[in-house]
Structure formats: structure tokens, C-alpha cells
């Protein structure tokens, strides 16, 4: 029987791209695309799509023993946004489903994970600038702190077990493909629809809030090269620094009316403001860099360009 990948949480931000780019690369049939809901983008039905929740752990044992998976990528959480709404749930959510699939690996029933960590597992003591790949890490959200004890998990389970399992910590994601999904970042998703929609934005972070952010091609890009790097070349197993580009709300804003003259940026920070404080301003990726030869392609006016022209193409579709 052919071997398998399977995603959790293909309907995502990430999930959706991911899905799509893995399945051009090794075909339709060999990835097994999930999540809790049926698709919205027909595309996703291309190949095998089955309805499954991530906290139900013999849903995910079946799909696995059913389409013969060895290859896991796990991207269901609930993330910063939200979760500081219903805590408890995100973390449940969160640690649960992790637990879930680190331990399918231990019994080998799969051979290799990726789960993503984020820049969320750094806070207000960490270094602001150019933030190590190890330095100080007290979360002061539950996506977070979920995020960091995921983090310890997985580098338990390859030290105690010897699973194989990747993680990046993403800095914010930015897609003209898939809708945010509850972040802290995705002012920087909303701004390219509000300004080719309305030709203005009201952004709910401050003028000055740098993040590290990066495009989604990127991002996917930098997920498939970890996943396919030899095992040796795998150094860190808790999860890898990826930096991205910095900037701040004026910034992107700038970079749009290079494009888009007349486009208008506002802001009235809300509680998103006081997460994004805690958060590094800029990451070092050098150990990506060096252990499997990680490079970014996007800058952010090469990216501004690549979203307004996929957007204005999207936008008239709908």
C-alpha cells in the first residue's frame, strides 16, 4: 500500500497552501487533507479529504491506519486572538491534540511529524531585536504558553523515544489565498482586502508595533525544506527560529500607497496591542540558516505587489 502524508487542519491558513503545494509535488492521492468542517475551496477535494476533529484521537489513529500514513503535519490550534477568549479550550485544543499524534509516532504507527510553534512562545522578558534561537521565554499568552510547553514536548518525545519530529516557530503568516484565522498579526492579511475594497484600513495595532512577519509561499517553502532535510541535519527539536521580514503598521501602509497612492491607514490599537508588545520585534534564523540551508525570497514590497495583484484577481471572483 502507498505510503501517506496526512495534515490536520487543511482548511487553515496554512493548511490550505500547504495542502495545495504538497499535493503538486508528490500528487493528489498520496495527501490525506482533514479538518473539522468540509472544505470551502473545492480545490481541497482534488484528492482524499475526510471530516475530522483533531481533539478525537481514535479518529486520527483510524485515518492513519486506513490510508497507511507515515508522515503527519499537525496545524490545528487555536491561536493568540482567540484564545485569550476561551483559554481553557485553546489550551486543551492545543496540548491535546499534539499529545495525540506525538504518541502515534512512539508506537511508530507514523514516522515523522511537523507541528508549529510560533514567536508567541517569546514575551516580554525576551531579547526585542534579532531574538536568539535560545534565549528567555515567559509567554504571557495561552497560545503561547501552550506553543512552548509543545515545544518541550516534542524535544521530550525525540530525546525520550526517538521520534522524528520538525517544528518553526512562524513569525506572523500573510496569505491572499486563505483568511486569518484569530491572530494578533492579521492586521497584515486585512490591510491588502481593506485597501483594494474600501481604500482605507483602521488597523487595531499601534502606528509603531514591529513584527516579524512573512509570505506564505515562504513560509510553506521553508516548511516542505525542513520536512525533506536529512535527519542529521535536524539539530534543534524543539523548533526553529524563522525570521522573516519586520515591520511595523506605517510601514506595510507605505509600502501599499507605493501601489495604491490614495490608500488611507488609521489606527485604534485594541487588546491585540498589549500581545503584539510582548512579542520580539525581529528573529535571528541564523541556526535555520546553517543546519538546512534556509533563505527567504519575499521582501515586503515584492510581497505588497504579489498580494494586491492575487487579491485583485480574487476579489473580482467572488
Request: glycine share 6%; charged share 25%; net charge negative.
Amino acid at each position: 500500500m502507498k505510503k501517506t502524508t496526512l495534515i490536520l487542519g487543511a482548511c487553515g491558513q496554512i493548511g490550505t497552501e500547504l495542502t495545495l503545494t504538497l499535493r503538486e509535488k508528490y500528487g493528489n492521492e498520496t495527501i490525506i487533507a482533514t479538518d473539522i468542517n468540509e472544505p470551502r475551496l473545492a480545490e481541497l477535494k482534488n484528492g482524499p479529504f475526510e471530516v475530522l476533529d483533531a481533539s478525537d484521537s481514535d479518529g486520527i489513529r483510524a485515518i492513519c491506519e486506513k490510508y497507511n500514513v507515515t508522515t503527519v503535519y499537525h496545524l490545528v490550534a487555536m491561536l493568540s486572538a482567540t484564545g485569550e477568549k476561551f483559554p481553557m479550550k485553546a489550551w486543551d485544543l492545543n496540548m491535546r491534540s499534539l499529545l495525540y499524534v506525538l504518541e502515534l509516532a512512539k508506537e511508530n504507527i507514523i514516522d515523522k511529524i511537523f507541528w508549529p510553534s510560533s514567536i508567541a512562545v517569546f514575551g516580554p522578558t525576551t531579547p526585542k531585536n534579532l531574538t536568539p534561537q535560545q534565549t528567555i521565554m515567559e509567554p504571557s499568552t495561552v497560545y503561547g504558553i501552550s506553543k512552548l510547553a509543545g515545544e518541550r514536548w516534542c524535544e521530550y518525545y525525540h530525546n525520550k523515544y526517538g521520534v522524528d519530529v520538525r517544528s518553526i516557530r512562524y513569525p506572523g503568516l500573510i496569505s491572499w489565498k486563505s483568511q486569518p484565522g484569530g491572530g494578533t498579526t492579521d492586521y497584515a492579511v486585512e490591510i491588502y482586502y481593506k485597501a483594494l475594497e474600501q481604500g482605507k484600513y483602521t488597523c487595531f495595532l499601534s502606528e509603531h508595533r514591529a513584527l516579524p512577519m512573512m509570505y506564505m509561499e515562504d513560509a510553506v517553502r521553508a516548511t516542505i525544506e525542513l520536512m525533506e532535510a536529512p535527519t542529521e541535519h535536524v539539530k534543534i527539536r524543539s523548533s526553529y527560529n524563522l525570521a522573516g521580514i519586520s515591520f511595523d503598521p506605517a510601514t506595510i501602509g507605505a509600502s501599499i500607497k507605493k501601489l495604491m497612492p490614495e490608500f488611507e491607514l488609521n489606527f485604534e490599537p485594541d487588546f491585540r496591542e498589549d500581545i503584539a508588545a510582548s512579542w520580539p520585534e525581529s528573529i535571528d534564523d541564523s541556526s535555520a540558516q546553517a543546519d538546512w540551508n534556509w533563505s527567504q525570497k519575499y521582501n515586503l514590497d515584492t510581497m505588497t505587489e504579489a498580494m494586491l495583484t492575487n487579491l485583485k484577481t480574487k476579489l473580482q471572483l467572488l
